[in-house]
């Protein structure tokens, strides 16, 4: 049984580009969440997809976008770069009827922008 | 607002001590979940405990034990007799629930270090 599983595992960009990142959810899971973690803090939380549709949103301004497919794989795009996105980014995902709660996780992708 | 403050920044021990990590929570529902996770250097977040707030008795697991007081609004967590590959950062998170969403909000983690 397959985990979570998040491409690529390292990522360098310049300041101004664009970044997709990907994420595959637990089998069986429907939902995917995506943190945040900035070096030696705690992830924050940035969006939740359902059902092909972001449902909730954290503090992130809107160069932060997603996509969830049908699969329920997601996206996570992040536009005009700047050194501050530089963080681990986690995805996370759950099953909306067998336990929102029970959230996991995959081994994230370390963006660094220079 | 909701917030959890884990005011431990690093802690250093020296293997086979006792070692206690501090979680203070805040938060208005009346209904929430709290957890543990444990982030090694490769960095994934690996799930330790849930707790419902309603469920205030204490957990052990192993050489894990977890101390849940709402009147303090404390969820600590305590390993025994510590090993060098306990040695990690440690997270408390603290569950937000809507009516459409769901998600966690993390402490700032403890770092631990368990010297030989």
């Known amino acids: 049984d397959a985990g979570v599983t998040q491409s690529p595992t390292h990522l360098i960009k310049t300041r101004g580009q664009q970044v997709t990142l990907r994420c595959s959810p637990k089998?069986?899971?429907?939902?995917v969440s995506w943190y945040q973690q900035a070096l030696g803090q705690g992830p924050q939380f940035i969006f939740q997809?359902?059902?092909?549709?972001?449902?909730q949103r954290g503090n992130f301004p809107d160069r932060f976008s997603g996509h969830q497919f049908p699969n329920y794989s997601s996206e996570l795009n992040v536009n005009a770069l700047l050194l501050g996105d530089s963080a681990l980014y986690l995805c996370?995902?759950?099953?909306?009827?067998?336990?929102?709660?029970?959230?996991?996780f995959g081994p994230g992708t370390r963006l660094t922008v220079l | 607002a909701q917030k959890v403050t884990q005011a431990q920044t690093e802690i250093s021990v020296v293997e086979k001590e006792d070692v206690t990590l501090d979680c203070v929570y805040e938060?208005?529902?009346?209904?929430?979940?709290l957890f543990w996770y444990k982030q090694p250097p490769s960095g994934e977040l690996v799930f330790l405990i849930r707790r419902n707030s309603f469920d205030e008795q204490n957990e052990i697991s192993g050489r894990y034990s977890w101390n849940f007081q709402k009147s303090t609004s404390s969820f600590n967590f305590t390993i025994t007799a510590s090993q060098v590959v306990d040695s990690a950062v440690y997270f408390c998170?603290?569950?937000?629930?809507?009516?459409?969403?769901?998600?966690?909000?993390f402490g700032s983690g403890t770092r631990l270090l368990v010297r030989p």
């Open positions: 997809y359902y059902e092909e549709e972001e449902r």
């Open positions: 938060t208005r529902d009346t209904t929430y979940y």
């Open positions: 998170a603290l569950s937000e629930v809507t009516d459409s969403s769901y998600k966690l909000i």
């Open positions: 089998s069986g899971h429907d939902t």
């Open positions: 996370a995902s759950s099953w909306e009827r067998g336990g929102r709660d029970e959230q996991f």
